[in-house]
């Protein structure tokens, strides 16, 4: 079973945390996963029960209750897909054929229908349950199946998957059932899987274990961002809102579509989801709907357009990559329980009021599809398609609906769109970017195991043993190995108060994912550390991870170095090459930075520079009578345009990402980086202008045009705190 980083160590923290809860002889302990929808937690989940059922083997009898909900058949799904996952000497019952056991086993997962145990009538005290297989009769009950079980001193863990639904509904008849289920069930420990959980005031931090959204997104398993009213166009009054959002919808569904077609994916036909209230104001929504679209082309007879009430409806045949369904028409019934990889943009026509439902509705659209996809040149665990516009996620609504992103505030973004008063010169700019592209050297995980158990042998005598810190710094710059190819900052400092074991489980985790990046196995790591240094503290997993602590430069020094010898090998056969760049129409920008609205910035909110020297520059720049459009340049990745210069002090291809791409009123174009004086001393800076002058030469001979820029420095005045420009080679610049 193949997992990514970010599910094993999450697996490993549920297992640490179900060995303490059972050590402790807790009863109806809750632990909580929180994972949002298309991060695999099936497989996580079943790979926590391997590891609980390998640690307790020949020691403790344990057995697995795993509870579904019922809508869209999940609980069939679960079972089927734990399955396919989980080897063959676990035994996988349902509610079908548990009652011809005894009891359940070590090894024993039993997978029910969440709605079929809690239907029950409650009088006062009294509880009579409604489904058979709670009842005793000629075959055994679930309740006599579980006592039977707790008789034999068989541990028993309960999973309750999408527990947002089955397990924390708010209301008091619901809460009082839950209460009697796990009460009849008496697990010792329960974990809640969900992307929405809630929680009281008495769950500890430190029992819930949480997957970093941007770790599933890194990978390739969900969908970038989430973009809403892209492109939505209500001018005029002869179409009603709906009909605009509804017509929005079908031109982002062609055009990706489209798109899939030109990068080789056209086995990929994207599904838009149109989500209408429920009773007679649905009904007439989805006749209204269905009318919009069949202007356009998309009906039932055709078999482009569908809906989930249809009971002729295979909704597995919908789910295929290929569907010929292009449009789905659904109530609630679709927002949990069924996943369509395919499925990418939501047009919402209700008003739901519920941060839950708008988060699970959402996750039906953030998967990611299987197709041809590249990777990133610095990170090569991040897959996406080629076409950047085809790893969204798309949201269409009226604007009387609301849509709560307090559940999923990391793929919600706050953008910059392209104004459309310069969208058309901007995106019809073409500009070179070079990019610097290296020979694989991977370090093999051999390799990694030989220089941990050669560290711990040659320096744990004298490495630090005080393991009672109560508070531990966490650093970034020293141990973030994975060097950027550009001229980013450094992850600052953090630090962690260990009060408690999820503390130091947190800090760990934080320091090794840091000192890993994307060259090392974060688990791969955590793994030999852990095997290594199991002779000196044996099963105690808090102090082997308090050692890794209080002795993070002892690791990272060992690995910087790791790096530095395999590094040595890509960058001797790094190669500069070119490759054609077009500004995106929209940009992310990080919700926590202040924002400015410029009058010439060719993109809106763009964000103010926290660089004094970049800020003035910003100011002349945006008030200058000749400056057209302006656009601050991405400083990394593949959304900014790049030059490649040779590092003096390392002798290594790297990147500079120019800060200000400038289109002034009489069609010139110029580019500019920006530095304050005391820069000229950096050897680096030198190294950059002798590249960036034949750069800007080039650019010339390919625009056939007027292009000018360089490297512009500013200086500040003691007296008044201001930047001005003091270089006299740019009189474009001059007011």
Not at 647 to 653: A, G, I, V, Y
Not at 678 to 704: C, I, Q
Request: overall charge negative.
């Amino acid at each position: 079973m193949q997992l990514h980083t970010y599910q094993r160590l999450a697996s490993n923290q549920l297992v640490e945390r179900t060995k303490t809860s059972i050590h402790n002889g807790d009863t109806m302990k809750d632990l909580y996963l929180k994972a949002i929808t298309g991060a695999g937690k099936t497989v996580l989940m079943a790979d926590y029960i391997i590891n609980v059922l390998d640690h307790y083997k020949g020691m403790t009898e344990i057995a697995f209750v795993w509870m579904s909900i019922g809508t869209g058949g999940l609980h069939e799904q679960s079972y089927k897909a734990l399955k396919d996952v989980l080897p063959a000497d676990i035994h996988l019952y349902n509610s079908n054929d548990f009652r011809s056991q005894e009891y359940l086993k070590h090894n024993d997962l039993l997978v029910l229908n969440w709605e079929t145990v809690n239907n029950m009538t409650i009088d006062g005290d009294t509880v009579t349950y409604e489904n058979v297989i709670m009842k005793d009769g000629e075959q055994i009950s679930l309740p006599r199946l579980l006592k039977q079980t707790h008789n034999v001193n068989t541990k028993i863990v309960m999973i309750i998957d999408e527990a947002h639904i089955g397990a924390e509904r708010p209301s008091k008849k619901d809460a009082q059932r839950t209460t009697i289920i796990k009460r009849e069930i008496k697990p010792d420990v329960i974990v809640n899987v969900t992307a929405t959980p809630k929680f009281g005031d008495e769950v500890q931090r430190r029992d819930i274990i949480e997957v970093d959204t941007q770790d599933v997104i890194r990978e390739g398993r969900i969908k970038k961002q989430v973009v809403i009213d892209d492109s939505l166009d209500i001018s005029g009054n002869d179409k009603s809102f709906v009909e605009h959002v509804v017509i929005a919808a079908v031109k982002k569904q062609e055009d990706l579509r489209e798109r899939y077609r030109e990068t080789g994916n056209g086995h990929i036909n994207p599904l838009a989801i149109i989500q209408i209230p429920n009773g007679k104001l649905g009904d007439e929504m989805k006749a209204f709907t269905e009318g919009v679209l069949g202007k356009l082309g998309y009906t039932y007879d055709k078999e482009n357009l569908a809906e989930v009430v249809d009971k002729g409806l295979n909704m597995d045949t919908v789910k295929e990559s290929d569907s010929n369904v292009s449009f789905l028409i659904a109530k609630q019934a679709v927002s949990t329980g069924w996943d369509a990889p395919r499925a990418q943009i939501w047009v919402k026509l209700r008003d739901t009021k519920s941060a839950v439902f708008d988060a699970q509705t959402l996750g039906r659209i953030l998967r990611m599809p299987a197709g041809k996809k590249v990777t990133d040149s610095k990170d090569p665990n991040y897959k996406f398609f080629e076409d950047d516009a085809l790893n969204y996620a798309y949201v269409y609504t009226d604007a009387h609906y609301s849509i709560s992103t307090s559940e999923y505030k990391a793929i919600y973004p706050t953008r910059k769109v392209l104004k459309e008063d310069f969208k058309k010169d901007v995106l019809g700019l073409k500009l070179p970017k070079e990019v610097v592209e290296k020979e694989d050297a991977s370090i093999p995980d051999r390799t990694v195991t030989n220089t941990i158990e050669e560290l711990i042998a040659a320096h744990y005598e004298s490495s630090q043993h005080d393991l009672s810190a109560y508070k531990i710094i966490v650093s970034g710059g020293s141990y973030a190995i994975d060097e950027l190819e550009d001229d980013s900052t450094s992850i600052t400092e953090q630090v962690f108060e260990l009060n408690h074991e999820g503390d130091v489980i947190r800090a760990t985790d934080t320091f090794l994912k840091r000192v890993c990046g994307s060259s090392f196995k974060q688990d791969v790591v955590f793994r030999h550390l852990r095997r290594n240094l199991q002779q000196h503290y044996g099963d105690d997993f808090i102090k082997i991870r308090r050692w890794i602590l209080v002795n993070q430069d002892l690791i990272s020094n060992a690995l910087i170095e790791l790096k530095r010898r395999a590094d040595q090998v890509r960058n001797t056969t790094a190669t500069r090459q070119t490759i054609d760049f077009t500004f995106p129409e929209t940009l992310l920008v990080n919700e926590k930075v202040e924002r400015e609205m410029f009058e010439k910035c060719a993109y809106t909110n763009q964000p103010v520079s926290s660089q004094e020297t970049e800020k003035a520059f910003e100011a002349h720049i945006d008030s200058h009578p000749n400056v057209k459009w302006w656009i601050k340049n991405q400083d990394a990745g593949q959304e900014g345009v790049s030059i490649a210069y040779n590092d003096e002090r390392t002798t290594h291809w790297r990147l500079f990402f120019p800060d200000y791409v400038i289109r002034f009123t009489d069609g010139t174009l110029g580019l500019y980086e920006t530095k304050s004086l005391p820069d000229l001393k950096e050897d680096n800076t030198h190294a950059k202008e002798r590249r960036f002058t034949p750069y800007l030469a080039n650019l010339r001979r390919l625009l056939s045009g007027d292009v000018v820029g360089g490297i512009v420095y500013l200086q500040k005045n003691p007296i008044t705190g201001h930047y001005t420009i003091v270089d006299e080679n740019y009189p474009e610049l001059k007011k």
